[in-house]
Structure formats: C-alpha cells, structure tokens
T-cell receptor, first 111, second 110 residues
Framework: DSGVTQTPKHLITATGQRVTLRCSPR?????VYWYQQSLDQGLQFLIQ???????AKGNILERFSAQQFPDLHSELNLSSLELGDSALYFC??????????FGPGTRLTVT | EDQVTQSPEALRLQEGESSSLNCSYT??????LFWYRQDPGKGPEFLFT???AGEEKEKERLKATLTKKESFLHITAPKPEDSATYLC???????????FGTGTKLQVIP
C-alpha cells in the first residue's frame, strides 16, 4: 500500500459525459501527478500540482482539467468523453519531486 | 525531448534463470532515473532511483545499474513472484515531468 488513495476504482460512462476522478496523496506529500495508461501508449504524464499550484503540464487534452485543493487532495475532470479516453488513470504523489508513489488507479470505460 | 526505450518488450525466464532488462535513455541533463514494478491492473510500485553514472542499487534479487546512456535491471535467480512489468523512467534537470518507457513484461516460469 503506497498510501495514495484514488476513487472510484471503476467508472463506466457514455460518450459525451463528464466525470471526476479523485486522489488523496500520501501524508506530507505536496506534489500530485496525474497519468493516463492505455494499452497502446503506456504511461502518459498529464499534469502536476504542487501545494495547490500547477507545476508541469504534459499531453493533457483541453477537455481535461485538474485542480489541487487546500487539503492537498486533487481532482481530474474529464469532459466530452470519447471512446479513446477509456484507460487507467493513475495519481501519484511525491515529497521530493523525484520518486513518485502511485495510487491503485481508476479504470475508466467509455461506452 | 526526453526519450526512454526499454528492451526486450517481453521476457520469459525459467525460475532461477538470471537475466537483465535494458533501459536506454536520452535526456538533457539527468536529474534521476527510476525503476518501477507494475502488476496487472495495479499502480506502479517504486523500486530504485539512480542519480549518476556508475551508481548501483540492490533490493533482494534486483540490482539496478546506470551508465550515461543506459540503465540495466539485473534479476538474479528470479522467482515466479517476480513476474510483472518493469518500467524505467527519467527526469531531466530543472523539470518536474517524468518520462516513462513502455516497460518490459517479465514472466518467470516455475
């Protein structure tokens, strides 16, 4: 158990819908990272927050957004969902900005 | 742009048969190279961080080494429970983003 929690574990929704994924980092970690993992593309970095502020951005679509709240939990919002958005979404946290500790992931299925 | 290439894509070993996984990387100034283990449907589990060429780290049957262009994950006398996908990742100096390779899927047969 890494200490990072993610909810929900599974999410099934229809195309065009909007969903919110939630992540709670390890106690004391200020950085939160979001990744998307699909079978054909591996682990893709989406975005990072540090103590409430956006620090780095990867290949995150405009339909996706994230935020980190004062209690350090983070939410990833995915809107206008397409079939291709079906994937595992992982959250990771870090205290040093180097080693990252991953949560169990949310499996999103868009039908 | 940072790049990470892992080989082989898949590796099947008999229990006790030692081998190595390769991670070739291109980065403009290495801040850190990371190895993770990932079981199917689970989040990656952190194994090692290597910071500079010549550095080595060990954990049980795993040993990670680093050169200026590559890292190797040596697995000595593997057991079936070592079966997993092993991911390599790099972080460039001055950047927060970590770039992952696509992994080597290891299967250890009893």
């Amino acid at each position: 158990d890494s200490g990072v929690t993610q909810t929900p574990k599974h999410l099934i929704t229809a195309t065009g819908q909007r969903v919110t994924l939630r992540c709670s980092p390890r106690s004391g970690d200020l950085s939160v990272y979001w990744y998307q993992q699909s079978l054909d593309q591996g682990l893709q970095f989406l975005i990072q927050y540090y103590n409430g502020e956006e620090r780095a951005k990867g290949n995150i679509l405009e339909r996706f957004s994230a935020q980190q709240f004062p209690d350090l939990h983070s939410e990833l919002n995915l809107s206008s969902l397409e079939l291709g958005d079906s994937a595992l979404y992982f959250c990771a946290s870090s205290v040093s900005g180097r080693e990252q500790y991953f949560g169990p992931g949310t499996r999103l299925t868009v039908t | 742009e940072d790049q990470v290439t892992q080989s082989p894509e898949a590796l099947r070993l008999q229990e006790g048969e030692s081998s190595s996984l390769n991670c070739s990387y291109t980065v403009s100034g290495l801040r850190g190279l990371f190895w993770y283990r990932q079981d199917p449907g689970k989040g990656p589990e952190f194994l090692f961080t290597l910071y500079s060429a010549g550095e080595e780290k060990e954990k049980e049957r795993l040993k990670a080494t680093l050169t200026k262009k590559e890292s190797f994950l040596h697995i000595t006398a593997p057991k079936p429970e070592d079966s997993a996908t092993y991911l390599c990742a790099v972080q460039a100096e001055g950047y927060q983003k970590v770039t992952f390779g696509t992994g080597t899927k290891l299967q250890v047969i009893p």
